[in-house]
């Protein structure tokens, strides 16, 4: 067995058992080895795929300048979202379900066209776009600690859990995206605020990145598919028992909540 396919076993293992593994760079990874580390999200995807789950789209992550310089990197990266990832709004996450989750708002795009293209421009995503809602993304880690490196969360799917959309649909022409801003609250309090601009400058850019690489790898963004475009604030850690209400200028408001007795 490689070391691609024993990380893969190994993060598989950690969504079984529900206990949180050590850090694969290193040790089944070479450290900065971005190439492996998405060969074993691969390894992990055609797994779940074979197993009958379904995929409805991608997530972009990294989009921060800030958290980008945190973990040595130039550019975003991405992972994979499939239909049991998703949450209804205000709907309450199980008490075990995820491990170490944390919050952090975002703007999902919902496509009406493909868009197959090695070269993506903003004009391309918007005339496929069909509509932009808010939404929460539940980030997890299956490392230990949340100790990870780029490719730790790579590997790890990007860190992804799970996701939930708002409700009421907007046209993209109805709202400035890089000037939208955003507080994410927990008991009538801001726990996170941020705006459209904190996502590589506008979250319209996050999907045009995350659409020309998937095109260029082969697996390109095709009409219905989700994206979620990347945080537009800091993400939080879960408080057991807690709803967090994400609200976004223009697009209005999602919320997630969570049992008592989650997993922090």
């Known amino acids: ?4 396919a024993r990380a893969a076993d190994l993060l598989r293992g950690a969504y079984e058992t529900g206990r949180p593994v050590p850090p694969l760079r290193g040790e089944l990874l070479p450290a900065g ?11 992990q995807v055609a797994a779940w795929e074979a197993a009958g789950r379904r995929r409805v789209g991608a997530k972009v ?4 300048a800030a958290v980008q310089q945190a973990f040595g990197v130039f550019q975003p990266d991405f992972g994979v979202l499939f239909a049991d990832m998703a949450v209804p709004d205000g709907a309450e996450v199980a008490r075990g379900r995820l491990l170490q989750p944390r919050v952090e708002a975002e703007v999902a ?4 066209a493909d868009l197959p293209f090695e070269q993506v421009t903003a004009i391309d995503v918007i005339r496929a776009t069909d509509h932009v809602l808010p939404a929460i ?3 997890d880690s299956r490392i230990a600690g949340w100790d990870i490196s780029i490719v730790d969360t790579v590997a790890d ?3 992804s859990g799970l996701f939930v959309l708002g409700n009421q649909p907007r046209k993209l022409s109805d709202v400035d995206l890089r000037l939208a801003g955003m507080v994410l609250e927990h008991a009538g309090e801001p726990v996170s605020v941020g705006a459209g601009a904190a996502c590589l400058g506008n979250p319209v850019h996050a999907v045009a990145w995350l659409a020309q690489t998937l095109a260029v790898a082969g697996a390109p963004l095709v009409a219905g598919d989700v994206v979620l475009s990347g945080a537009l604030g800091p993400m ?3 408080t057991a028992g807690a709803a967090y209400e994400a609200r976004i200028s223009g697009l209005g408001s999602v919320r997630a909540c969570f049992e008592l007795g989650e997993t922090t």
């Open 1 to 4: 067995m490689t070391d691609v």
């Open 33 to 43: 080895d971005v190439d492996a580390a998405y060969q074993v999200q691969q390894a």
């Open 61 to 64: 992550g990294l989009t921060s």
């Open 109 to 112: 795009f919902v496509l009406g």
């Open 137 to 139: 993304e539940i980030v």
């Open 157 to 159: 799917n990007a860190s």
């Open 236 to 238: 939080v850690p879960v």
